[in-house]
């Protein structure tokens, strides 16, 4: 019975671990249409504070597929995959440039939700080289918040 368990505890947390998979994937694609389609007076700002964001999120993918990979997961590896495992939304294209740093602040919150659901998850299942991912993704995540709000004023 505790094999069981142990079993259902690691499909959950490969769950969890491919939608954030897909989730970063999202928001680097996300996050390169508002670097490349920001206009206004914050252009200048917005469009390399944008950049660091996807160069950011790039690592965090990896990290995170590298990671179902090492205990034996199959990482989401498509768009097709990553529109239907994620849980936040494309950019809609019409966004002004408040509007982005407001929909990255939600979706940074989204996503940091989900990581300490999976800090609990990996907990539960002893595996504390994916808590520790989920625990600095999700403490960097916060800081963009922090960030892009103090932005917004």
Request: no cysteine.
């Amino acid at each position: 019975m505790a094999k069981t368990t142990a079993k259902s505890k690691t499909t959950t947390l490969e769950q969890i671990l491919n939608q954030e998979v897909a989730n970063l994937n999202v928001l680097y694609v996300k996050i390169h249409n508002f670097h490349w389609y920001v206009k206004g007076e914050h252009f200048f700002t917005l469009h390399v504070k944008f950049e660091e964001l996807y160069d950011d999120i790039t690592l965090k993918m990896d990290e995170v597929a590298e990671r179902l990979l090492t205990i034996k997961g199959s990482p989401a590896a498509t768009m097709k995959e990553y529109l239907e495992l994620a849980t936040i939304q494309e950019a809609t294209g019409k966004e002004d440039a408040r509007k982005m740093v407001q929909t990255l602040i939600e979706d940074f919150a989204t996503v940091s939700e989900e990581m300490h659901e999976g800090i609990h998850l990996a907990e539960e299942a002893g595996d504390h080289p994916t808590g520790d991912l989920f625990i600095k993704i999700k403490n960097d995540l916060e800081k963009h918040m922090w960030m892009l709000r103090s932005y917004l004023g």
